[in-house]
């Protein structure tokens, strides 16, 4: 039975900010290791090729407003041509399943679908392939498969199963009894004392007809509206467009909720629901104090990363990005440093994140939605200073990219060539700079920058007028299909 992975990469993750911001959320940062979450998250399968038949390239459901930077992320962890599906707006899990689902139906299919949330952390993946491989019998026999998490402590951040007991520990697939929400502090621990409760893992097997057949059951106003929006989707590059209208119309709902919770109690549909149990050191890093659970910790119990000096601190998480950051005579504190935001939380207190970040949207903050530094299809750039009618940003552009012929009603722009090569287009005439060579862009006159070379090209650029937003720009070709 061939397995398909699929990837659901749409989450926000507002309760790390301000690390994961709207749009470059959590599955795109490296919260521990090398690898970011989504390319931990694709080398998870790797040690199922042994054991199954596991299609390589992965369906990826992703916002369109990151998916560039998803698809170099996909490019440097070494995936071959990995199907993107893009959502031009969030809702939720349900209908991104089914997308990809659909997809499969269209290539003539019926795969075990391997659904993976691109955001969660997995220790073991050895043991992660053991839990899946002994899931694969039921899965590939019409039932739904689903991963049970043990718990380590009455936590209140995520859902639970009720199973029926196994105290032996065989592991093996057992009967989900109920879907359970996100409990209070005293139903937590009674379901920990109870020991039939695992926590909600999110992470699925089961084929693509059987989705199908749960979603024409139990939510097929979002099935209809999936099917109409991949019947007219289209290719873009590297990416599938679905019909934008169409899937926008369709209502947002968890997978849980739009079948799993309903499924568990309903006999007549014909399709079972087990769960296995796994042991693998499995968390969804959905907040800082999960994250300073699962780091690695000194004998403090600090969790620090970057340049950071702790004296007579204990139980801290402490992240540094940019500059060195102290902490003296401090207890169980959260401290992440940005490029242009700091967050000094106390732990435990981490769900209120939530409520700061809807507070600097509705401020008009950009620091709620974006980074400094900005990742584009051509590589990236980063603000590095502001003022009254100036603003300064330190470019990268990738070998051989080149962003669009452009132009700007407000601002003029001096470019500095620091490393690499610079082809430059402005107005009727094109040219190269060398390093430490400078070409300057007068107000509105249309112009291009490409990189010729093999090596990454870096420049400052330096805007001077009387409007210096990222809207002051009319593009007149692009090679990246933006308007």
Same mark, same amino acid.
């Not at 470059?24 to 090398?34: F, T």
């Not at 003539?108 to 050895?126: F, G, R």
């Given at each position: 039975?061939?397995?398909?992975? +699929?990837?659901?990469?749409?989450?926000?993750?507002?309760?790390?900010?301000?690390?994961?911001?709207?749009?470059?959320?959590?599955?795109?940062?490296?919260? *521990?290791?090398?690898?970011?979450?989504?390319?931990?998250?694709?080398?998870?399968?790797?040690?199922?090729?042994?054991?199954?038949?596991?299609?390589?390239?992965?369906?990826?459901?992703? !916002? $369109?407003?990151?998916?560039?930077?998803?698809?170099?992320?996909?490019?440097?962890?070494?995936?071959?041509?990995?199907?993107?599906?893009?959502?031009?707006?969030?809702? !939720?899990?349900?209908?991104?399943?089914?997308?990809?689902?659909?997809?499969?139906?269209?290539?003539?299919?019926?795969?075990?679908?391997?659904?993976?949330?691109?955001?969660?952390?997995?220790?073991?993946?050895?043991?992660?392939?053991?839990?899946?491989?002994?899931?694969?019998?039921?899965?590939?026999?019409?039932?739904?498969?689903?991963?049970?998490?043990?718990?380590?402590?009455?936590?209140?951040?995520?859902?639970?199963?009720?199973?029926?007991?196994?105290?032996?520990?065989?592991?093996?697939?057992?009967?989900?009894?109920?879907?359970?929400?996100?409990?209070?502090?005293?139903?937590?621990?009674?379901?920990?004392?109870?020991?039939?409760?695992?926590?909600?893992?999110?992470?699925?097997? *089961?084929?693509?007809?059987?989705?199908?057949?749960?979603?024409?059951?139990?939510?097929?106003?979002?099935?209809?509206?999936?099917?109409?929006?991949?019947?007219?989707?289209?290719?873009?590059?590297?990416?599938?467009?679905?019909?934008?209208?169409?899937?926008?119309?369709?209502?947002?709902?968890?997978?849980?909720?739009?079948?799993?919770?309903?499924?568990?109690?309903?006999?007549?549909?014909?399709?079972?629901?087990?769960?296995?149990?796994?042991?693998?050191?499995?968390?969804? +890093?959905?907040?800082?104090?999960?994250?300073?659970?699962?780091?690695?910790?000194?004998?403090?119990?600090?969790?620090?990363?970057?340049?950071?000096?702790?004296?007579?601190? $204990?139980?801290?998480?402490?992240?540094?990005?940019?500059?060195?950051?102290?902490?003296?005579?401090?207890?169980?504190?959260?401290?992440?440093?940005?490029?242009?935001? +700091?967050?000094?939380?106390?732990?435990?207190?981490?769900?209120?994140?939530?409520?700061?970040?809807?507070?600097?949207?509705?401020?008009?903050?950009?620091?709620?939605?974006?980074?400094?530094?900005?990742?584009?299809?051509?590589?990236?750039?980063?603000?590095?200073?502001?003022?009254?009618?100036?603003?300064?940003?330190?470019?990268?552009?990738?070998?051989?990219?080149?962003?669009?012929?452009?132009?700007?009603?407000?601002?003029?722009?001096?470019?500095?060539?620091?490393?690499?090569?610079?082809?430059?287009?402005?107005?009727?005439?094109?040219?190269?700079?060398?390093?430490?060579?400078?070409?300057?862009?007068?107000?509105?006159?249309?112009?291009? *920058? $490409? !990189?010729?070379?093999?090596?990454?090209?870096?420049?400052?650029?330096?805007?001077?007028?009387?409007?210096?937003?990222?809207?002051?720009?009319?593009?007149?070709?692009?090679?990246?299909?933006?308007?």
């Amino acid at each position: 039975m061939k397995v398909q992975p +699929v990837i659901l990469c749409g989450g926000a993750g507002t309760r790390l900010w301000p690390m994961s911001r709207d749009q470059h959320p959590k599955q795109l940062l490296s919260l *521990l290791g090398e690898r970011t979450l989504l390319q931990a998250t694709v080398g998870r399968v790797e040690p199922l090729g042994a054991l199954l038949e596991v299609e390589r390239s992965p369906i990826v459901v992703c !916002n $369109e407003a990151y998916r560039f930077i998803t698809a170099e992320q996909l490019r440097q962890a070494g995936v071959p041509q990995p199907t993107i599906l893009l959502e031009p707006a969030g809702r !939720n899990t349900a209908p991104a399943l089914t997308l990809a689902a659909l997809q499969v139906e269209r290539q003539a299919e019926d795969a075990l679908l391997l659904v993976m949330p691109a955001d969660h952390l997995i220790d073991d993946s050895a043991a992660f392939a053991d839990a899946v491989l002994r899931a694969a019998e039921c899965a590939a026999a019409g039932a739904v498969l689903t991963f049970g998490i043990r718990p380590r402590r009455a936590e209140t951040g995520y859902g639970y199963l009720q199973v029926e007991r196994d105290d032996g520990g065989s592991g093996v697939p057992l009967p989900v009894l109920a879907f359970v929400e996100k409990p209070d502090a005293p139903t937590a621990e009674r379901y920990m004392e109870d020991g039939s409760y695992l926590w909600n893992s999110g992470i699925f097997l *089961l084929r693509a007809s059987v989705w199908l057949r749960a979603m024409e059951r139990f939510a097929p106003d979002i099935l209809a509206q999936c099917r109409k929006a991949i019947d007219a989707a289209q290719a873009d590059m590297d990416f599938i467009r679905v019909a934008s209208d169409v899937f926008t119309a369709c209502r947002s709902e968890s997978i849980d909720y739009a079948v799993m919770e309903r499924l568990s109690g309903d006999a007549e549909s014909g399709i079972d629901i087990a769960v296995v149990p796994m042991e693998a050191g499995w968390s969804d +890093v959905g907040t800082w104090d999960a994250l300073w659970e699962a780091a690695p910790r000194d004998d403090e119990d600090n969790a620090l990363r970057g340049d950071v000096l702790a004296q007579d601190t $204990e139980g801290c998480l402490v992240q540094a990005t940019h500059r060195m950051v102290a902490c003296v005579g401090v207890r169980d504190l959260i401290v992440v440093e940005t490029a242009d935001a +700091v967050l000094v939380a106390r732990r435990g207190s981490g769900q209120g994140l939530r409520e700061v970040v809807a507070r600097l949207k509705a401020e008009g903050r950009t620091q709620y939605a974006v980074h400094r530094k900005i990742h584009r299809p051509w590589g990236c750039y980063d603000a590095i200073d502001a003022g009254e009618r100036f603003q300064v940003k330190h470019i990268i552009v990738e070998p051989g990219a080149t962003l669009s012929l452009q132009m700007h009603h407000h601002r003029a722009e001096h470019w500095v060539v620091v490393r690499g090569t610079a082809k430059v287009t402005r107005g009727d005439e094109s040219f190269l700079l060398a390093e430490n060579e400078s070409t300057y862009i007068p107000i509105g006159v249309h112009h291009r *920058l $490409e !990189n010729p070379g093999k090596l990454p090209l870096e420049l400052i650029e330096v805007q001077s007028g009387s409007y210096l937003g990222e809207d002051d720009i009319v593009r007149l070709e692009d090679y990246y299909g933006r308007d």
